[in-house]
């Protein structure tokens, strides 16, 4: 069973702090991607990242792919209230014959 | 631009009532679709994928059944909802090889009741 574990599960922090959100499995990736859900919606993609040691930016926002693609971090710089959400890693391997393997999720709670 | 209608939005039925859920697909050809439930705060659990017309994998066991009758439909559906039912369903489109990045619909919150 390809996995791909999410942690930590929850994380409560306040407003200017850094953090890291780490996505694990034991399975080569051909890509991963991060997504961003807010209650009530559907995710919606941050990013995706394919190359292995491959580092994307989206404002304060920094994710990274793992040299052997089979993890990746998502980190946030001087977090605020809007970044507040579930964040979900999902990745497709070719195993899975591309469909997309789920983390469980973050719950990120950004304290003003 | 591509985009994803899902509806309804929210929907309350008694069980043992019948089901359907539509999620329609614009601006893109032959996609791949999906549908999802997701507990409370948490990942997603795949329950279809479609890949064509008429093609329809299911990934688990349960009281429900999808539907592709046209290339950017999908529908789901029940012949008689349990409690267990109950849930956040989302529908999902994705049309790049490999890399098969999903772009959801705005989701529909059912509660059997």
């Known amino acids: 069973t390809q996995l791909l574990e999410q942690s930590p599960q929850f994380l409560s922090i306040q407003e200017g702090e850094n953090l890291t959100v780490y996505c694990n499995s034991s399975?080569?990736?051909?890509?991963l991607q991060w997504y961003r859900q807010e209650p009530g919606e559907g995710p919606v993609l941050l990013v995706t990242v394919v190359t292995g040691g491959e580092v994307k930016k989206l404002k304060r926002l920094t994710f990274q792919f793992g040299d052997a693609r089979k993890d990746s971090s998502l980190h946030i710089t001087a977090a605020q209230p809007g970044d507040t959400g579930l964040y979900l890693c999902a990745g497709a391997t070719e195993d899975s014959n591309y469909q997309l393997i789920w983390g469980a999720g973050t719950k990120l709670i950004i304290k003003p | 631009s591509q985009t994803i209608h899902q509806w309804p939005a929210t929907l309350v039925q008694p069980v043992g009532s019948p089901l359907s859920l539509e999620c329609t697909v614009e601006?893109?050809?032959?996609?791949?679709l999906y549908w999802y439930r997701q507990a409370a705060g948490r990942g997603l659990q795949l329950l279809f994928y479609s890949v064509g017309i008429g093609q329809i994998s299911s990934e688990v066991p349960q009281n429900l059944s999808a539907s592709r009758p046209q290339d950017r439909q999908f529908i789901l559906s029940s012949k008689k909802l349990l409690l267990s039912d109950s849930g956040f369903y989302l529908c999902?489109?994705?049309?790049?090889?490999?890399?098969?990045?999903?772009?959801f619909g705005q989701g529909t919150r059912l509660t059997v009741v």
């Open positions: 999902a489109w994705s049309d790049r090889p490999v890399v098969n990045e999903a772009f």
């Open positions: 399975s080569v990736f051909s890509s």
């Open positions: 601006g893109t050809s032959n996609p791949n």
